[in-house]
């Protein structure tokens, strides 16, 4: 196992085009901007989100009432960090760091749901029966005894979020600026070990005796 993941570690990164790194850069740097200006608002990402996040409490619902509770959350964030874990081990740069991105992202959302858990005020939806839906960190955090916290909690994981995603574009910055370097190295050939007199005695021999008054190296005159 440990030489399975060094050997990964190892592994060179995929190539990835100047002018799409650049282009990756530039979407980061607008969603970044777009999701500060929201304040915490649901973004059009979350749409999706949503939907993974309601077929986690269904699927994670079959390990009991529990897990089928905390299940939203964990396959919402379980979804992009395993994709995340694979374009990592495949050495392909704009999938992992797109994956990353957003698996920081569900933060932010989660950060937002967190921060309702008193005061329910968002709209909450369920794939099961209307009739009992039920706000998941009110009740996480009921059974936690955090429930006065939410908001700090809230906060942190907000905090965190932002600082992955950050993160995530200053990785794929760096990778711009690596392969700027690599670019202006300047092209350096090795010296041969043989010299040319060695290599072609004959030749300098030849050029020699068609120049009168001039000594060929090992001849006496």
């Avoid at 949503?50 to 009432?65: M, Q």
């Avoid at 907000?158 to 910055?173: K, Q, S």
Wanted: with cysteine; glycine share 8%.
């Amino acid at each position: 196992m440990i030489e399975l993941l060094q050997s990964i570690l190892e592994a060179p990164w995929k190539p990835v085009s100047r002018p799409a790194l650049v282009a990756w850069l530039i979407f980061y740097v607008w969603f970044a901007a777009y999701a500060f200006s929201a304040h915490g608002g649901f973004l059009f990402i979350d749409s999706a989100n949503l939907v993974v996040h309601e077929g986690g409490h269904n699927l994670f619902g079959w390990f009991g009432p529990t897990l089928g509770l905390w299940g939203g959350t964990l396959l919402q964030w379980l979804v992009p960090f395993l994709l995340a874990i694979y374009f990592f081990k495949e050495r392909q740069t704009t999938g992992f760091v797109f994956c990353s991105f957003f698996f920081f992202e569900n933060w932010l959302y989660t950060a937002t749901y967190m921060a309702d858990a008193r005061a329910q005020v968002l709209p909450l939806v369920t794939t099961g029966d209307p009739d009992f839906v039920e706000h998941d960190f009110f009740r996480i955090f009921s059974n936690l005894g955090v429930l006065n916290h939410d908001t700090q909690i809230a906060g942190v994981v907000r905090l965190l979020g932002w600082c992955g995603m950050i993160a995530c574009v200053i990785w794929l910055a760096s990778r711009l600026r690596a392969k700027d370097e690599s670019r202006s190295v300047p092209i350096t050939f090795p010296m041969p070990s043989v010299s040319l007199i060695q290599r072609y005695p004959g030749k300098l021999r030849t050029t020699a005796s068609a120049m009168p008054g001039q000594n060929i190296p090992g001849e006496v005159k």
